[in-house]
């Protein structure tokens, strides 16, 4: 686990040596460092045995349900971030400037949940923890997150599946259900969740102006490859090359307002997906080093957890935890990056999976 953690210093290294100036390279590398290295070597050394991953596991559990409860008020309340006009975006306690923040929290809480309902456990432990799970359906919805939709959707099947066929059928066919009773009781938001819904199918036919900047902003990290294939642009140089590779479709930034802030129009300064962001600013010696050490980290992972199911006939919740967290984390990095105070939770699964 230590030479997995250990693989991306050397593509960090190579780009913060040549970042745009040497205290961006020095940030940035001191960040990387912090999320990829840092923070998952230190959970991986206090974390001894299952015990102490159950107890983590729960905590995250329970901090999804703090910021899901909160998240569920504001949009009861109308005091949530503004969507469409309407401030009914919950955000819990991060913000409108970090609204992928509760989702974040909020999907990875629902992902322990369902690893926790699966496992060797007590049954009532089980059933509670299935319980949560279905509770954290209600402020994921209300998150307004697609990318955070699809990664815990994702996840959840291959955690359903990892338990066999015929649960992934009816613990399935339960959340379909579930999911229906939650939505037909939204009244209005019951329309701009369908609408968000299908934006999900309609991002190449009719993409909004979110989908539209995210799109022109992956073109610009691929351009910034081409343009330095082996080592990137530099640590933090993403902002800085932006403007010479987007086209005219990227419109000036991301406009944030309600849940107890003002106005604002933030600047977008990062293409929303960590590989490109990787790619552009690291190059291929950066992606393969820190994306080589996340699949070494799931495969080993998925050989645990069959070795487990040979020697004892079942898997143990832990494995359940920590291969969906894994699995959600590599997906949700398609849509999004770090960045926000929600990030130390990546830096804490990463830890927890190794």
Known sequence: AAVVLGLPVLGLAV????AVSPGAGLAGLGRYLQVFVLVPAAVLLLVRDRADVRLLTWSMVGLALWQGALGVHQYATGTGASYQGERIRAVGTFGPQDVMGMATAVSLGLVCAVGLALGRTPVRQRLFAAGCALVLLLPLALSFSRGAWIATAVTCTVQLLLAGVRRALAVGAAAVAAAVVLVGGFGVGTAMLQERVGSITQVADAPDQSVTDRYTMWA???????????????????????????SLALSSGSETDGAGAGYRRQPLLSPHNM???VLAEQGLIGLLALAGSWLALLVLGLRRLRAARRAHGAVPDCAFVACGLLVWQLTDFAYADIGGPSTVLTAVCLGLAA
């Not at 780009?15 to 040549?18: F, L, P, R, S, V």
């Not at 610009?220 to 933090?236: D, F, I, S």
Request: aromatic share 8%.
């Open 15 to 18: 780009a913060a040596a040549g």
């Open 220 to 246: 610009a990290a691929a351009g910034m490859w081409r343009e330095r294939p082996l080592t990137g642009v530099g640590l933090k140089g993403f902002p800085e090359h932006r403007d010479a590779h987007a």
């Open 275 to 277: 590989y490109l962001l």
